[in-house]
């Protein structure tokens, strides 16, 4: 059933047309955001002490958000 919508969206817009109805090209790029990330910090957290373990998280969680944001254009009402 989803495969048989797929291929008739690829039938009528082609396969760009069909990566862009999806979303296609912003979820890899999102996928490569983060395996950048993962790259940069790893799977697990260094720190010992349960303090500077909730830092280090709240770290690792937050600059991704940061660094996504950093590049979409802010929505600004013209009235």
Not at 15 to 34: H, K, S, T
Not at 49 to 62: F, H, R, S, Y
Request: with cysteine.
């Amino acid at each position: 059933m989803r495969r048989d919508l797929h291929l008739r969206c690829i039938a009528d817009r082609g396969r760009m047309g069909w990566q862009e109805a999806l979303g296609y090209n912003w979820r890899a790029l999102a996928e490569a955001a983060v395996s950048r990330w993962k790259r940069v910090v790893g799977d697990g957290l260094r720190s010992r002490t349960d303090g500077c373990q909730a830092t280090e998280l709240a770290i690792t969680i937050n600059v991704p958000k940061w660094i996504l944001n950093f590049g979409r254009p802010g929505n600004v009402r013209i009235a």
